[in-house]
């Protein structure tokens, strides 16, 4: 376990500095090596959990909240096949899918990022590291997974969607399947990636292994299809 920064707002400053625009090489390059270290505490923290698949959503649902319990279904499925459960490690959906995940005795792993406010590791965790960076973060939850579950979410989950189809898209990382969950909540979203097809702004072929749906059931059965048993993945002995 990577122990917590010492004060979240100074790392929120150090990229917003990062970010206004050129800087001294001097001040570019201690950034630089602010970031390795932050890739380092993560690939410490990451190496030896096995394979992950890695659950999307907002931190703002509570446990009473209907995708909250879903989250929670989906986490415990997905150890069932095999696989650690990786999230960004805060409240909310993550909260779910790693709970799911430590109640059925499956591998629960957070890649939480320190923020000023909001985001703090939840307790179903038995692994986390804490990130300074968004882009750094985004890159291990990524790195480490051979599906992605996309649960209803802001702007942070829309976000990590499409970082991780255009990824699938480029040949950056393999097709590991993505799924959609809450039809209804993403129907907006749904009908625009549609549009795209039809306007040829990305190919048909480019949704292939994006299932939508709101069953769980469904989920699992996906990834397991496209995930364990395309990669020829073997469940490891307890």
Same mark, same amino acid.
């Given at each position: 376990m990577?122990?917590?920064?010492?004060?979240?707002?100074?790392?929120?400053?150090?990229?917003?500095?990062f970010?206004?625009?050129p800087?001294?090489?001097?001040?570019?390059?201690l950034?630089?090596?602010?970031?390795?270290?932050d890739?380092?505490?993560?690939?410490?923290?990451?190496?030896?959990?096995g394979?992950?698949?890695?659950?999307?959503?907002?931190?703002?649902?509570?446990e009473?909240?209907? *995708?909250?319990?879903?989250?929670?279904?989906? =986490?415990? $499925?997905?150890t069932?096949?095999? #696989?650690?459960? /990786? !999230?960004?490690?805060?409240?909310?959906i993550?909260?779910?899918?790693?709970?799911?995940?430590?109640?059925?005795?499956?591998?629960?792993?957070?890649?939480?990022?320190?923020?000023?406010?909001?985001?703090?590791?939840?307790?179903?965790?038995?692994?986390w590291v804490?990130?300074?960076?968004?882009f750094?973060?985004k890159?291990?939850?990524?790195?480490?997974? *051979?599906?992605f579950?996309?649960?209803p979410? =802001?702007? $942070?989950?829309?976000?990590?969607? #499409?970082?991780a /189809? !255009?990824?699938?898209?480029t040949g950056?990382?393999?097709?590991?399947?993505?799924?959609?969950?809450?039809k209804?909540?993403?129907k907006?979203?749904?009908?625009?990636?549609d549009?795209?097809?039809?306007?040829?702004?990305?190919?048909?072929?480019?949704?292939?292994l994006?299932?939508?749906?709101?069953?769980?059931?469904?989920?699992?059965?996906?990834?397991k299809?496209?995930?364990?048993?395309?990669?020829?993945?073997?469940?490891?002995?307890?």
């Amino acid at each position: 376990m990577i122990n917590k920064p010492n004060t979240n707002e100074n790392y929120s400053q150090s990229e917003r500095r990062f970010l206004e625009g050129p800087r001294s090489r001097l001040k570019e390059f201690l950034f630089t090596l602010k970031v390795i270290k932050d890739f380092i505490n993560g690939f410490r923290a990451l190496h030896f959990v096995g394979p992950c698949v890695t659950v999307f959503g907002s931190a703002r649902f509570d446990e009473n909240h209907f *995708y909250y319990q879903k989250a929670k279904e989906i =986490g415990a $499925g997905i150890t069932e096949l095999g #696989f650690a459960v /990786l !999230t960004g490690g805060g409240p909310g959906i993550m909260e779910a899918a790693n709970r799911g995940a430590f109640e059925n005795n499956g591998r629960s792993i957070g890649c939480n990022v320190v923020l000023p406010h909001e985001q703090k590791e939840n307790p179903y965790l038995h692994k986390w590291v804490n990130i300074r960076y968004f882009f750094v973060r985004k890159t291990l939850l990524i790195k480490y997974s *051979y599906a992605f579950v996309i649960m209803p979410g =802001g702007w $942070g989950t829309m976000d990590e969607l #499409f970082e991780a /189809l !255009t990824l699938i898209q480029t040949g950056k990382i393999k097709n590991f399947p993505v799924v959609i969950f809450g039809k209804e909540y993403w129907k907006n979203l749904i009908e625009l990636m549609d549009d795209m097809v039809k306007k040829e702004t990305i190919s048909a072929p480019d949704l292939d292994l994006l299932l939508i749906t709101d069953s769980v059931e469904e989920t699992i059965a996906h990834i397991k299809k496209y995930s364990v048993q395309k990669f020829e993945l073997k469940k490891a002995k307890n």
